[in-house]
């Protein structure tokens, strides 16, 4: 079974990291009023304080490394601004509203380029620049100017409304730094509407645990409405943080975790890892029983397949409890199409152990061959001592969960985004596509070493545990060993077989006939007779 620190880990990214946002008011509740309709729109429309923005002509993304590439785009001079007609903001106003974002995005561009940034509208400008962005589908590029916009906070009318866009585009791959860290993490509360301050303190107080401040942490949490969704995310967080620094957890901290997984104001995933920190907790007591039960708990979407980490858990406690036949039925889901590609060498560990204790040694012995058998590169590239982030076992593993799985992701997207960029080359002008293209680049290049340091540790701890359940293996075949040469006793007879239980009216069974379906997943048993033998007194 999984061991503690990695069941705290993976609640603490959990945690921390992975809570999409639920329950949102309407975009426009309680902002300010954006330009008026395109069609009498006028370059001093929107109304607030000059803003002194800074032009968004920097290519890099926070945090982007100093390297050749940006030095050399450094060393050239910025080309002059063209001149622009009085109208092109009105007109890529109206372009805008039209549903027509690729004709705005052009003008928009280059009326920023010529405009003082003391100009009242400039703020707005980057506003719909970056909407049109998005609209294309071009989010990383859209979130950098409504970072921008955040961070100059220059324009109280256009903020608030820049916000709620970023606050939207964190449930999707995003530069966590730029926006979750440097935005959300840095803003000063005191002028922001209920429901953007209440996700800001969220996002401040996670970056307060994450650097182990508990107490400023709780500052933060305490300012959320106990009926916001983000109370009962930082509850979570909080839980999973006091969860990795006690060694015996009190009763009162299952309970939490428990009310947390009934918690509606949580999304369906944050409430499934609640049950799953229960069920976790239970397992680490052996209450089996109990974390039979919560495992129950987890509800997935009609006809999904699931999870191979929740049946293989699953499993782990059915053999506890001493079910092993239903045990091994979920073993036999696990070899469906949809996991055979999942890195669970516990599995075959399980399995051996399952025949081991019915006496099926040869069984036994050919599931823990299967191991070594099935993991052999990866376990040679160990042994000689390779670079670890080139198995692709080991690299498929480590980008299935926590922060390698997001940094994966967003480096996926930038990918998806810098080619979807090209399609843009003659509606956007040479200036604006030249621009972007710096940007991606340079995000791409800071994604890339992102996701390389955390591969680096993810894929090591990946191998530890091919490592821990390699050697067990072994320590199982040479037990089945000894008792497949073991002799009997006289007078020792064959331990009595289990009495079946019938099936209800209400149940039906069907022969396997190596077909997975969806829908029956949940329900494999095997037939399977002991062979042990009992000596008699």
Known sequence: MTSRPLIVAALASAALFVFPTVARAAPDAGLPPMPAAPATAKPGTPSGPADAGTLPTDAGTAGAPAGPAKAAVAEAPPPPPQKVPPETFDNALKAYFDGKPRDAAGPLYAWLQATPRTDDNYAWGQFFLAKSLIDLGLT???????????????????????????????????????????????????????????????????????????????????????????????????????????????????????????????????????????????????????????????????????????????????????????????????????????????????????????????????????????????????????????????????????????????????????????????????????????????SHAEAVRVYDARLAEAVRQEADTLLRAAEQVRLMEYEVGLKLYERVKKGAQVVAAEEEQMLSPAQVAFRFDNEYWNDELKSYRVRIESRCIEETP
């Not at 950098?144 to 939207?168: F, G």
């Not at 918690?263 to 409430?271: A, I, M, N, Q």
């Open 140 to 442: 990383h590029a859209g979130a950098t100017y409504l970072a921008r916009i955040a961070r100059e906070r220059t324009n109280p009318n256009v903020l608030p409304r820049a916000l709620d866009a970023l606050k939207d585009l964190t449930d999707r791959p995003h530069d966590e730094v730029m926006i979750d860290e440097q935005v959300f993490g840095a803003l000063d509360l005191g002028f922001l509407p209920e429901e953007t301050g209440a996700y800001a303190h969220y996002q401040q107080g996670l970056v307060d645990l994450r650097v182990g401040n508990e107490r400023w942490a709780g500052t933060h949490f305490s300012k959320l409405p106990e009926t916001s969704a983000e109370a009962s995310r930082a509850k979570f967080a909080l839980l999973v943080t006091r969860l990795k620094q006690v060694k015996d957890p009190p009763d009162e901290m299952v309970k939490d975790f428990l009310s947390l997984s009934e918690d509606e104001k949580l999304t369906r995933e944050s409430r499934n890892e609640a049950a799953l920190a229960v069920a976790r907790l239970r397992y680490e007591r052996k209450d089996w029983s109990g974390a039979l039960d919560a495992y129950g708990k987890v509800k997935l979407p009609q006809l999904d397949p699931g999870r191979a980490s929740l049946y293989l858990e699953e499993a782990w406690t059915r053999y506890k409890l001493g079910d092993l036949r239903a045990s091994l039925g979920i073993l036999t889901t696990l070899d469906a199409p949809s996991f055979r590609d999942e890195f669970m060498p516990d599995k075959y560990l399980l399995r051996a152990l399952i025949f081991r204790d019915l006496c099926h040694y040869l069984p036994a012995k050919r599931a823990a061959k299967e191991l070594t058998r099935r993991y052999a590169d990866s376990l040679e590239s160990v042994r000689s001592r390779d670079d670890l982030s080139q198995d692709a076992r080991l690299r498929r593993a480590a980008n299935a969960h926590g922060g390698t799985k997001r940094a994966a992701r967003f480096v996926s997207l930038l990918d998806l985004e810098g080619e979807r960029l090209g399609r843009f080359a003659g509606s956007f002008g040479d200036r604006l596509f030249g621009h972007l293209t710096r940007l991606y680049d340079l």
